[in-house]
T-cell receptor, first 114, second 109 residues
């Protein structure tokens, strides 16, 4: 079974530039999550989709971050403009159910903002 | 108070030792609890779910104490390969999963 696919694996940008990350969840998984993990911290939920609808985006900095999941399958997360404090690993995860199910994570995108 | 709190460690133990981690949570209505393992520069992976009656998987035992709002993870006969960060995960307000900051375990020969 294919896992959660993410790209790119690494990204280096300068502050104020924009960047986009892509995620393709496990086939058939209705729930998709984007987490931000800053070095030394646990993953922090940015946004949760159930199919193509947003379930929770309370911790998404909406002035600079946006995410979409068109057609309820793959998803993109965008940052525009980036700040130094956005340097982190961005993890995409999917699950078959709704929050109480096992999460399967992708390998993540390591973002460095200079 | 943070929703999920863990002792960051690191816990440095010799091979064969028994080690235990605790995790406290703030939402008394939480119903689901998990331990995830994260290796250096890798993604988190589910280690085990934590049930009200406690559960055991080989050398790993997880316990839930609802009255004191904490969960624990016990690792017996530690192996070098157990070295990792252990993340406590709790479903919180709005039924979202909240991760703790993680506890670092280093097993040394």
């Amino acid at each position: 079974e294919a896992g959660v696919a993410q790209s790119p694996r690494y990204k280096i940008i300068e502050k104020r530039q924009s960047v986009a990350f892509w995620c393709n969840p496990i086939s058939g998984h209705a729930t998709l999550y984007w987490y931000q993990q800053i070095l030394g911290q646990g993953p922090k939920l940015l946004i949760q989709f159930q199919n193509n609808g947003v379930v929770d985006d309370s911790q998404l900095p909406k002035d600079r971050f946006s995410a979409e999941r068109l057609k309820g399958v793959d998803s993109t997360l965008k940052i525009q403009p980036a700040k130094l404090e956005d340097s982190a690993v961005y993890l995409c995860a999917s699950s078959s159910g709704f929050s109480n199910e096992k999460l399967f994570f992708g390998s993540g995108t390591q973002l460095s903002v200079l | 108070r943070k929703e999920v709190e863990q002792d960051p460690g690191p816990f440095n133990v010799p091979e064969g030792a028994t080690v235990a981690f605790n995790c406290t949570y703030s939402n008394s209505a939480s119903q689901s609890f998990f331990w995830y393992r994260q290796d250096c520069r890798k993604e988190p992976k589910l280690l085990m779910s934590v049930y009200s009656s406690g559960n055991e998987d080989g050398r790993f035992t997880a316990q839930l104490n609802r009255a004191s709002q904490y969960i624990s993870l016990l690792i017996r006969d530690s192996k070098l390969s157990d070295s990792a960060t252990y993340l406590c995960v709790v479903n919180s307000y709005g039924n979202k999963l909240v991760f703790g900051a993680g506890t670092i375990l280093r097993v040394k020969s």
